[in-house]
Every structure is written in structure tokens, then in C-alpha cells.
């Protein structure tokens, strides 16, 4: 990023202190790639340098100040230009006055709260990035650095199995079973369908994972289903008392944990959905909400001890003490 006035051009950079040993995962843009980007967690330190470079030393550059800004927001794809803000911290670098030579500034945040997931959809876009400006009489100049977020979360071993039927009455009864109701983003489904009275003919079953996506409020309620994963549990006629086994792996899926009401603004929900066809092509579903987490009993070695308590807000079982002394022991 440059500018230009009376013969003198700046170029900004961020770069982070930690970007050598700091972890870059993938993450999907609005376009649909994917590109690699850092990786934070909730309660992590933000800390770097904002280098502003002359492009024609000797030459003063006015500015009316430099800062850096911690953003995070969320923009609605149908209501764009409107970004719904939920973090924004400011740290001024330089006051309004002259340059006449390249310069670094450093910065930190210290233990920013990022309480959502970064996540790109259909129709919302969640991201937290770094701001550096340079403020200029005419034309402010700015350059953009987006980081990855993921929650953390270990739930408590309460987690009730799913038994549900499916029955027209007089021709089919089904019962199945899931082993759990809350699954975490590499785990496996497993589960059990029994046949219990079969009197249509029925030539394909599968169970597909259903990703619903959900944005907006009142009469703007925005709903796209995805579907993530088709799992094929039959394919002939099956009989009265035969049961079928179900394991479905989803460490190979592209999924998000599960977003409940996020600043009011979107949902992310996931279903497993039951899918039977019959030899004239009919029909018959039958659906129920799982739940997805992003599995946090391993803190990362780099993660400082603050984002190690705030890792666990959301257990059920293990403290902020277990926490921090498994950060501890990671760092050792």
C-alpha cells in the first residue's frame, strides 16, 4: 500500500513478533480458496511492528498520526458496508508530524478477548484483522492483516445419546441410535439402526450431515442448508429384526463448530439427517441437531497462561487450574 504526495511515498507492514513460531492454518475466503493465515486463540496477546518505509528518504512525509486498531467484526453479505463491530481496541503509534525517515513502531494487545470464531459462509463473514493507518489531510492510507480465530471448548461427560423413531403407521418402523448427542470436530459417529416392521420396499437409506446456516433477524432471516456429508447405510431391501451398524468418521469434512446466536446476528447448526427411498422414489426424512466443538484439552505450547484459563471457559470438568499447569508443563 503507497501514496504519493509531492514526490514522497510510504509503503506499511505489520509483522508480527511471534510470525516464525506462530501456527498458520487454512481458512476459507469469500471467494470460496483458501489461503493460510495465523492462528489466535481467545485471550492470546496480539503483538507486533508496524514498519513504515520511505520510499524517498530525505523527503518529510506529513501525517495527521499513525495507529493500529484490533478489529473484530461481522458483515452481513446482503447488508454490505454495515459491519457490526463486537471487538475494537486502538493503540495510537505516532502523533500528528513529520517523517524523514523510515521508521518502526511497536505495538501490543494484551490478552484480547476474541470470543467467536472466525468463519466465512453463504451469506455472513466473521474475521478479526489488523489495521495500521496513516492519517493524511486528503487521503488516509492503510494496510489490512487478517488472523484466524478458534474457540476452544472440552464438554462436560454428560452427553446423552440420540434414540429416535421413524414409522408410517402399518408399514415401516424404525428405531435408531447415536452414541452421543455432542461430537467434536475429528470424532466419529457411531450408532445402530434396528428394523422393527417393514412393508415397503424400501432400496437406499443414507444419512447425510446437514449444515444450516442462518443470518439475519425478523422478517431478514436468511436460510442456506449446505450439505456437508452423504454417508450410504443400505443400498437393497432390509428385513424385519436386522440391524445395520453406523460409523461415520468426521475428521475428513470440512465443518465449524457449532455457532448458537452469534452477536445476534447468525447461527451455524449442524443435523444428521436420515434419508429413506422407496422402489417408487418416495421419500421419508427424519432429522435431529447434533452439536460440533472444537476439541481444547491439548494447549498449545505457545499459548500464553491467560489463553490457557480462557481456553477452558466453556468446561464442564477440568478448571482454569488443570489449564494452566498443562501450559506450564507444554512450555517445559
Known amino acids: 500500500m503507497s501514496f504519493f504526495s ?16 506462530r501456527k498458520k492454518v487454512e481458512h476459507k475466503t469469500e471467494d470460496g480458496k483458501k489461503d493460510k493465515y495465523f492462528l489466535f486463540f481467545d485471550g492470546e496477546t496480539v503483538s507486533g511492528k508496524v514498519n ?4 524517498n528518504p530525505g523527503k518529510r512525509m506529513e501525517h495527521q498520526g499513525i495507529k493500529i486498531e484490533f478489529i473484530g467484526q461481522i458483515e452481513l453479505y446482503y447488508d454490505r458496508g454495515n459491519h457490526h463491530e463486537f471487538v475494537s481496541l486502538v493503540k495510537d503509534l505516532a502523533r500528528p508530524g513529520e517523517m524523514s525517515q523510515s521508521q518502526t513502531f511497536d505495538f501490543e494487545f494484551t490478552h484480547v478477548e476474541k ?3 472466525s468463519y466465512t459462509g453463504q451469506n455472513v463473514k466473521l474475521r478479526y484483522f489488523l489495521r495500521a493507518t496513516i492519517s493524511r489531510r486528503l487521503n488516509d492510507v492503510s494496510k489490512e492483516m487478517d488472523i484466524v480465530v478458534h474457540t476452544l471448548s472440552t464438554y462436560p461427560e454428560l452427553n446423552s445419546s ?12 424404525i428405531e435408531f441410535e447415536y452414541n452421543k448427542s ?17 412393508r415397503i420396499k424400501i432400496k437406499h437409506m443414507e444419512i447425510d450431515i446437514i449444515k444450516r446456516e442462518t443470518t439475519g433477524t425478523g422478517p431478514n432471516v436468511y436460510h442456506e442448508n449446505d450439505t456437508i456429508a452423504k454417508y450410504e447405510i443400505m443400498d437393497g431391501a432390509p428385513v424385519r429384526g436386522e440391524s445395520i451398524p453406523i460409523r461415520l468418521f468426521l475428521a475428513g469434512y470440512e465443518m465449524t463448530p457449532t455457532m448458537r446466536d452469534i452477536n445476534k446476528k447468525f447461527s451455524v447448526r449442524y443435523y444428521l439427517n436420515l434419508v429413506l427411498i422407496d422402489e417408487e422414489e418416495r421419500r421419508y426424512f427424519k ?6 466443538w472444537r476439541k481444547g484439552d491439548i494447549v498449545r505450547k505457545s499459548m500464553s497462561h491467560h489463553a490457557a484459563i480462557a481456553s477452558q471457559r466453556f468446561e464442564g470438568s477440568a478448571s482454569a487450574e488443570k489449564a494452566l499447569a498443562q501450559a506450564k508443563e507444554d512450555s517445559n
Do not use: R, W
Request: glycine share 6%.
Open 115 to 117: 470470543p467467536y470464531e
Open 52 to 55: 513504515v518505509t520511505l520510499k
Open 162 to 173: 440420540i434414540k429416535m423413531e421413524v414409522g408410517i403407521e402399518d408399514c415401516l418402523h
Open 6 to 21: 509531492f514526490g514522497q511515498s510510504a509503503e506499511i507492514d505489520i509483522v508480527l513478533n511471534d510470525a516464525e513460531t
Open 182 to 198: 455432542k461430537y467434536h470436530l475429528k470424532d466419529v459417529i457411531v450408532g445402530k439402526i434396528y428394523f422393527l416392521l417393514v
Open 287 to 292: 432429522q435431529q441437531e447434533i452439536t460440533l
